[in-house]
């Protein structure tokens, strides 16, 4: 056992993100090898929730510590209606054309469709819309 026996699991609407240390990975591939897969990018396991509470038993009776969150659990809410967000920080500090190729670079990190986050694109969106009424 390493130092860090901490698994994280992010529970999504479907599946669930397993970061967990190298260790662990005989315990993640005793699951159905089709409901489990390894996403490179995000550098975790991705398996479906029916398998989640085997596979928490499994860490534990390998004396891994399972820490669960919700994934939507830590969004940042605006503080009231037309209170300042990051995305209205954002248009407000630069300039018309940075602040363009900027939305643009964020488009297809936060869009929904692509595994964004709906509240910061939306956000991202109005912050915009506003800005351009201000301009």
Known sequence: MSTDDTVRIVLGTVNAQVFSPFEALGVIKTMPQRRRRWNADEKCWVISLSLLPDLKAALAAEGFKVVVRDAHSH?????????????????????????????????????????????????????????????
Not at 100 to 117: M, Q
Request: charged share 25%; no cysteine.
């Open 75 to 135: 969004r940042a809410e605006p503080r009231g209606r037309g209170a300042a967000s990051w995305a209205d920080a954002m248009f407000a500090e630069l300039p018309k054309a940075l602040a363009e190729a900027a939305y643009k670079a964020l488009l297809p990190v936060l869009h929904p469709d692509r595994g964004g986050d709906t509240l910061a694109m939306q956000m991202l969106n109005a912050a915009r819309d506003k800005a351009a009424v201000s301009r």
